[in-house]
């Protein structure tokens, strides 16, 4: 998920890591630092479409040495949030950096996740603009509700529940839908499907510019 580039919502300093705040966290967080970047898919690709299967082997190298490597390639692409998907690896796991409305910043990951929404009485649907890493250059108006839970694991197979509000909720439910082989795309009306798939042809280029520019100023 891309993030939204919003300067008139309220700047909060505070920081929530796989649900638990805390004090500080730097910019680029612990995992991309040691992670490598990868390539992201785009929408067409096989893998984008089907449903990803669960985890099953938790505590392992190669599970967070993929994290790392996610953290690393969304924050090169500037994003909100990555599946796994995204990178090519059909694994029910998603990696997540994204800010609420009220400017708290929520960083983590989560494994197999369960998705839980307000009962349909009580859901508020709010119409935002979108973006996805994968549909590189589009945004367009999804409605998603603004609360959403996600239950799942995190990399050691620990139990993790993650409560996210506003902007963090629509990730959470973006993210989701990546695992079960849907994206944005898939919610919206023909004809603004087809003017996303255009602004994409449109800006692509300019985007994967922008990714391998922030690459190279990391040295990667």
């Given at each position: 998920m891309s993030v939204r580039h919003d300067q008139s919502r309220p700047v909060d300093r505070r920081v929530r890591v796989q649900g638990r705040p805390v004090d500080s966290y730097p910019a680029l967080s612990p995992e991309a630092e040691r992670g490598s970047?990868?390539?992201i898919t785009v929408v067409g690709e096989?893998?984008?479409s089907r449903p990803c299967q669960e985890v099953?082997?938790?505590?392992?190298?190669e599970l967070s040495a993929l994290i790392d490597d996610m953290f690393l390639t969304m924050h090169v692409a500037e994003g909100a949030g990555l599946a796994a998907n995204q990178v090519g690896v059909n694994l029910r796991l998603f990696v997540y950096d994204c800010p609420d409305?009220?400017?708290?910043?929520?960083?983590g990951h989560i494994i197999n996740p369960v998705l839980?929404?307000?009962?349909?009485?009580?859901?508020?649907?709010?119409?935002?603009g979108e973006g996805c890493l994968s549909v590189p250059g589009a945004v367009m108006t999804?409605?998603?509700?603004?609360?959403?839970?996600?239950?799942?694991f995190d990399k050691d197979g620990n139990p993790v529940s993650i409560e996210g509000t506003g902007y963090f909720a629509r990730c959470l439910q973006h993210e989701?839908?990546?695992?079960?082989?849907?994206?944005?795309?898939?919610?919206?009306?023909?004809?603004?499907?087809?003017?996303?798939?255009?602004?994409?042809?449109?800006?692509?280029?300019?985007?994967?510019?922008?990714?391998?520019?922030?690459?190279?100023?990391?040295g990667r």
């Open positions: 970047v990868r390539r096989e893998v984008l099953t082997e938790f505590g392992t190298p409305d009220s400017g708290i910043r929520h960083v839980d929404l307000p009962e349909p009485g009580s859901r508020r649907l709010i119409d935002d999804v409605p998603r509700t603004d609360q959403a839970v996600v239950r799942g989701t839908d990546h695992l079960f082989g849907h994206t944005y795309l898939d919610r919206l009306p023909k004809r603004d499907r087809k003017d996303a798939l255009r602004q994409m042809e449109d800006r692509r280029e300019s985007v994967f510019a922008q990714r391998a520019i922030r690459a190279a100023r990391l």
